[in-house]
């Protein structure tokens, strides 16, 4: 479980928020925060590893389309990341390298389908040196 995290509960919806000292680690832990949501209750290992790259006009749909992203890989190809390691970012582009499984269900229990990252209530902003995100998804 990602730490320092606080849990949005809204309704038809739940959500994150946390802070750190830099954007890549906001979006990292953001990512992980994401997948402790949908299962809670299990590890992951690093089995296998995949590479992500997306795009956008602006810093909040970059977190919107990398969240998104990840949640896609969940659902089509079963695919939890252990582990992400960004290699590139700025305020348009994300590329990260993904370490991690799919899912076994006998050693993986998925509590709660993610249908979308939505823009309602997000935020990501930079205050005295620390990144903040907040994000809500649509279950």
Same mark, same amino acid.
């Given at each position: 479980?990602?730490?320092?995290?606080?849990?949005?509960?809204?309704?038809?919806?739940?959500?994150? &928020? #946390? !802070?750190?000292?830099?954007?890549?680690?906001?979006?990292?832990? =953001?990512? +992980?925060?994401?997948?402790? %949501?949908?299962?809670?209750?299990?590890?992951?290992?690093?089995?296998?590893?995949?590479?992500?790259?997306?795009?956008?006009?602006?810093?909040?749909?970059?977190?919107?389309?990398?969240?998104?992203?990840?949640?896609?890989?969940?659902?089509?190809?079963?695919?939890?990341?252990? &582990? #992400? !390691?960004?290699?590139?970012?700025?305020?348009?582009?994300?590329? =990260?390298? +993904?370490?991690?499984?799919? %899912?076994?269900?006998?050693?993986?229990?998925?509590?709660?389908?993610?249908?979308?990252?939505?823009?309602?209530?997000?935020?990501?902003?930079?205050?005295?040196?620390?990144?903040?995100?907040?994000?809500?998804?649509?279950?």
């Amino acid at each position: 479980m990602i730490k320092d995290v606080t849990i949005i509960d809204h309704t038809a919806d739940i959500g994150i &928020r #946390l !802070s750190r000292d830099r954007l890549e680690t906001v979006f990292v832990d =953001a990512a +992980l925060a994401m997948f402790d %949501i949908i299962a809670p209750d299990s590890t992951f290992l690093e089995k296998e590893t995949r590479e992500v790259q997306v795009e956008a006009e602006d810093i909040e749909q970059l977190l919107v389309n990398w969240l998104s992203e990840l949640n896609v890989l969940l659902q089509l190809q079963q695919f939890v990341p252990a &582990r #992400l !390691s960004i290699l590139e970012m700025d305020k348009h582009i994300l590329k =990260a390298r +993904l370490f991690g499984e799919r %899912i076994d269900p006998r050693a993986h229990q998925i509590e709660i389908e993610i249908k979308a990252v939505t823009y309602h209530n997000l935020k990501v902003k930079q205050e005295s040196g620390r990144w903040s995100v907040q994000v809500l998804f649509d279950i």
